[in-house]
């Protein structure tokens, strides 16, 4: 298929590095590429940001079936701009559209597609510290039909957003709460694919944590109410005497790209790594025995996520002193050199655009 590119003579003023928050400003263009039964995967273009024009009935407004990704654009100290483990997002990408009964596309020529509209807008990717070009990668149902069946077309596009750090609080431990009464997702579900209802069901426990003056949710089971699964829209790790331990992919827990590598980075550095089921009280007696040493998220927009205090019913407890820990600022500062090229890549994540 021949990309095509139109470009607009209406660009949008740069912003200022240093007042970039998360997700609320985008460049100048977009790659939009359709779906149908009888041409498949076809007229893809990279055109001027714009609305995407669609019936009211479209199905992804009605029955949800969508999946989106994420990942960095980084500018290198040279000017030079880098992706971080892009291939695993597309394959992530086509993973989630299985589950979803959505159809698979080429990975490769959506990675050289992105490329490409990098390179348009390689303008948009800051170069102030923290700072990067968030991307955002969706597939949506675009039948318009009021029925429950797999949509038949599709539309596949990629956003641009520079952005400033996740959190307000920067690199400092957030408070997180655990939910007993809600859940994100059940073994046999779709809780392991980035798909946009288990981003709709996280919502009103994460306005419950808010208000009691948290950041983020701890989720646990659906069945048993009683195994860690994930922390907000992050993977979740426990430092615990020398070993670190997250929970095991079950099914109803997303595969972190970040997660698979700080798994990769810490076997590296001759870290003993588990991944297995754990329970919400296992690690409240490891703290109360003082072996809890750290806990963090992982994940794209914040990298790691330090913890510094979890609420568990009328327990609130602290880690480390509610400090960093060095583990995870090692992880951090490791893998944000990586990311912006300041170091070398051991593992083979770096793509240059």
Known sequence: MELQIKTTDRLKPKPDNASLGFGALFTDHMFNMDYSPDNGWHNPRIEPYQPIVMDPASMVLHYGQGVFEGLKAYRKKTGEIQLFRPRDNMKRLNRSSRIMCMPSF?????????????????????????????????????????????????????ILSPVGAYYSEGFNPIKIWVTKNHVRASIGGVGEAKTLGNYAASLYAAK???????????WLDGAKRKYIEEVGAMNIFFVVDDELITPELSGSILPGITRDSVIALSKKWGMKVTERKIGIEEIMGFHDAGRLKEIFGSGTAAVISPVGQIGY????IVVNENQVGPFARKLYDSLQDIQYGKTEDPMGWIEPV
């Not at 923290?130 to 077309?153: E, Q, W």
């Not at 419950?208 to 701890?218: D, F, I, P, R, T």
């Not at 019913?313 to 609130?316: A, M, R, T």
């Open 106 to 158: 080429d990975e490769a020529y959506a990675l050289e597609s992105l490329k490409q509209l990098l390179t348009l807008e390689k303008d948009w990717v800051p170069s102030a510290n923290g700072t990067s070009l968030y991307i955002r990668p969706t597939i949506i149902a675009m039948d318009p039909f009021l029925g429950v069946r797999a949509s038949n077309t599709y539309r596949f596009f990629i």
């Open 208 to 218: 419950e944590a808010q208000e009691k003056g948290y950041s983020q949710v701890l």
């Open 313 to 316: 019913g009328e327990k609130n």
